[in-house]
């Protein structure tokens, strides 16, 4: 099992362009999450998903869009990327509520 | 609102010796705790957790410590090894999603 991988592992960006970073996992969790990580701070929740199909958002979920087309995939869009969103953001996936969460390796993000 | 945090930023202990990480914590209604070990330029890996009905719970060379009076989380690590070395930060939940901490950085001096 490769776990939960995110592609890429790195992006610079420009103020305004947009991407999107791929959370892929192989665990058949049902739950996924979005993070993102900045110094001196905890994990922030972006979005997440309770089942394919479904996407909610966290508690910093502006600028920031999902979708969870298919179980095993859940997609993180930048429509239109700002310095404050340099960050690294990290992918999580677990099989349900009050279980711990499995991270993928992380993306390292710059906006500039 | 809910938050949780880390007494020490950065913690340093030689190799061998024993290590507490502590966190605390304000949602008395958090029922869930884990620690993660970040290790730098990875994701957040799980070491232990602990709910709410227990004081305390030990796994290899790792025991973790509850006390919901004081709303206080600590994590014991035995004979501190080199490989310790990395963040070490707690979550807690009451419902769906979790609270990180910031985090503590351990390190291991030989």
């Known amino acids: 099992n490769a776990g939960v991988t995110q592609t890429p592992k790195f992006r610079v960006l420009k103020t305004g362009q947009s991407m999107t970073l791929l959370c892929a996992q192989d665990m058949n969790h049902e739950y996924m999450y979005w993070y993102r990580q900045d110094p001196g701070m905890g994990l922030r929740l972006i979005h997440y998903?309770?089942?394919?199909?479904?996407?909610a958002k966290g508690e910093v979920p502006d600028g920031y869009n999902v979708s969870r087309l298919k179980k095993q995939n859940f997609l993180l869009g930048l429509e239109s990327a700002a310095p404050s969103q340099t960050s690294v953001y990290f992918c999580?996936?677990?099989?349900?509520?009050?279980?711990?969460?499995?991270f993928g390796p992380g993306t390292r993000l710059t906006v500039t | 609102g809910e938050s949780v945090g880390l007494h020490l930023p950065t913690l340093s202990v030689q190799e061998g010796d024993n290590s507490i990480i502590n966190c605390a914590y304000s949602?008395?209604?958090?029922?869930?705790f884990i620690w993660y070990k970040q290790e730098s330029g990875k994701g957040p890996q799980f070491i232990i957790d602990?709910?709410?009905?227990?004081d305390k719970r030990q796994g290899q060379r790792v025991t973790v410590l509850l006390n919901k009076t004081v709303k206080h989380l600590s994590l014991q690590i035995a004979a501190t090894q080199p490989g310790d070395s990395a963040v070490y930060f707690c979550?807690?939940?009451?419902?769906?999603?979790?609270?990180f901490g910031p985090g503590t950085r351990l390190s291991v001096l030989p």
């Open positions: 998903s309770v089942g394919e199909g479904t996407t």
């Open positions: 999580a996936s677990s099989p349900g509520q009050g279980i711990p969460q499995y």
């Open positions: 979550a807690e939940t009451h419902g769906q999603n979790f609270v």
């Open positions: 602990i709910r709410s009905n227990m």
């Open positions: 949602n008395s209604a958090s029922d869930y």
